[in-house]
């Protein structure tokens, strides 16, 4: 019966085919113009068209009457009525299916990508706008460059759960200021391009440890950001690296990664007189680092430790000169972490404690950027004493209502016998930055947030303490794809921000035409994708 079925169908197409033939040799023989050839074809098609429908429809019947004459006659009432009110068109696919389609897709190719831009327009009542103590005062209507990376990920090699992939990442920074901005101007001009990552990444290839990911290359263990100062709390800055990250453990799992990170050691001379030197020795540097994270505390409270080490490895010649004064002496730096992160009603609370010393210390001073990196923008300079620092993080967002959600990033900090960029060697310091961002909640895509920033810094050296403070505050109207502030992207800001400088005894921080303040208004877009 299926064989008979088949090969009726089968002379129906074949007669079709034919029937096209025939139609398009006639129009040949009559020389019809192109035109009217395709519409001889087009018509003979729907032809073809309502014959296989009606057969389809016609064996449909056929099954159905098959199935009623094995039923009971409330069974074949039944399946007649759902008959007639079943539509012939194809079930659409959920949201759900799709996304699984996409992704496996993705993975079948082996091919992903993501990344991220922020990007926008701002002036004030005074000329352009300037940027100051975003670490400090907040990020929300005072930023005014543009910021990108792209992530391309492809996997070069399968084989079951083993797998291989090849890593590259785009990264950088323009000013917006001007309509022929480019990378090769470098940071004096507003831009800065760089490949920041190139890495093998290889999965399931650690007989005991399957479920780890190894790397080699241009690459460095996850960063840790504080979302609304503009840095990252834990970070290293890689010129290549191996690693190994989640390597489950009984309790927990740990990731490792032993990273080169050289620096421009500067001369004490140059420093010291020349405005404009640039005498200086590359000096190797490499940087281990450990984190055993997911230990469980309490329901859902994890901690994470963590501990980073940056060591030198210099030729004879640069430690003589280092003995001799001529060059400042690369010293050994440390880093200790602890993570306490734990999930609030629908948002999350992150408190972070680190202490280290030497250059890594000297880091959570700096009024904006206050990343705690080996160097300073590569370069190291300065006294570092063996001096100790410390630092208290707490971040997170949670709702205080059905229409009120709120961020926050509050940082305590002191440290002793340390080196400042603008205050100089032997220096102690003591911070205090607080920035809240409550917003109401009109609807899941649009929002009214009002951040306020503040904050206040003491730096002590030679018997003389020198003040910085001051204010921020933005409204913003605010179209986003959710609820969440830290969590959910893209989002489209219209805001108008004042920002003040109550005192400014460190960095001299100065507004156009001296002012102390600055009143600016601007939209930004930023995305994550």
């Not at 090769?184 to 890495?199: D, F, I, N, Q, R």
């Not at 010291?272 to 030197?277: E, F, L, M, V, Y």
């Not at 505390?297 to 000169?321: R, S, V």
């Not at 050296?461 to 001051?470: I, L």
Request: neutral net charge; proline residues 3%.
């Amino acid at each position: 019966m299926k064989m008979k079925k088949q090969s009726c169908k089968k002379t129906i197409i074949a007669m079709a085919l034919m029937s096209c033939y025939a139609a398009s040799g006639e129009a040949m023989a009559q020389n019809l113009t192109l035109e009217q050839r395709m519409e001889a074809l087009e018509a003979q098609l729907r032809v073809t068209q309502q014959k296989l429908q009606a057969y389809e429809e016609k064996e449909k019947a056929q099954q159905h009457t098959v199935v009623a004459s094995t039923a009971s006659p409330l069974t074949v009432t039944t399946q007649t009525a759902h008959a007639a009110a079943a539509p012939t068109t194809e079930p659409e696919l959920s949201p759900t299916t799709l996304k699984k389609i996409s992704q496996y897709v993705q993975d079948d190719t082996g091919f992903k990508y993501s990344g991220y831009f922020r990007s926008g327009w701002a002036t004030t009542t005074n000329g352009g706008p300037k940027s100051w103590a975003v670490g400090s005062l907040g990020r929300f209507g005072n930023e005014y460059d543009g910021w990108y990376n792209l992530s391309l990920k492809k996997r070069a090699w399968r084989d079951g759960d083993k797998s291989i992939w090849a890593n590259v990442q785009f990264e950088g920074d323009l000013g917006l200021t001007q309509s022929n901005e480019s990378f090769e101007k470098g940071m004096s001009g507003g831009g800065m391009g760089k490949l920041s990552k190139l890495y093998v990444e290889g999965n399931g290839l650690l007989p005991f440890a399957p479920e780890a990911s190894v790397w080699v290359g241009k690459h460095t263990l996850p960063q840790y950001e504080i979302q609304q100062l503009d840095w990252k709390s834990n970070r290293t800055l890689s010129g290549a690296g191996v690693g190994i990250e989640n390597m489950k453990l009984p309790v927990g799992a740990v990731s490792m990664a032993i990273t080169r990170n050289d620096i421009d050691n500067y001369s004490t001379v140059c420093a010291a007189g020349a405005s404009s030197c640039s005498d200086t020795t590359q000096v190797n540097v490499n940087i281990a680092e450990a984190r055993y994270k997911n230990l469980p505390i309490t329901g859902d409270m994890t901690l994470e430790l963590g501990a980073k080490y940056a060591f030198a490895n210099q030729t004879d010649e640069q430690k003589k000169a280092q003995a001799n004064s001529e060059y400042y002496q690369v010293k050994s730096s440390w880093l200790g972490q602890a993570i306490l992160r734990n999930p609030v009603q629908k948002g999350s609370n992150e408190l972070t404690l680190q202490v280290a010393d030497n250059s890594l210390a000297s880091q959570f001073m700096n009024i904006s950027s206050a990343n705690p990196d080996f160097d300073y923008n590569s370069a190291y300079y300065g006294i570092h004493s063996g001096g100790i620092g410390w630092r208290l993080v707490n971040q997170g967002e949670f709702y205080l209502g059905e229409k009120i959600i709120m961020a926050h990033a509050l940082v305590y900090g002191r440290g002793h016998d340390l080196y400042s960029t603008y205050t100089g060697a032997h220096t102690d310091f003591e911070t205090t930055r607080a920035v809240i961002r409550p917003s109401w909640i009109w609807s899941r895509n649009m929002q009214t947030a009002l951040e306020l920033g503040y904050f206040t810094q003491k730096n002590h050296v030679d018997n003389v303490t020198r003040d910085e403070s001051g204010y921020k505050v933005t409204l913003a109207q605010v179209y986003k794809v959710d609820t969440s502030i830290l969590n959910s992207r893209p989002e489209i800001r219209f805001y108008s921000t004042y920002l003040k400088a109550l005192e400014n005894e460190i960095d001299t921080q100065t507004f156009n035409d001296g002012k102390d303040y600055q009143i600016s208004v601007g939209v930004q877009a930023e995305v994550v994708f």
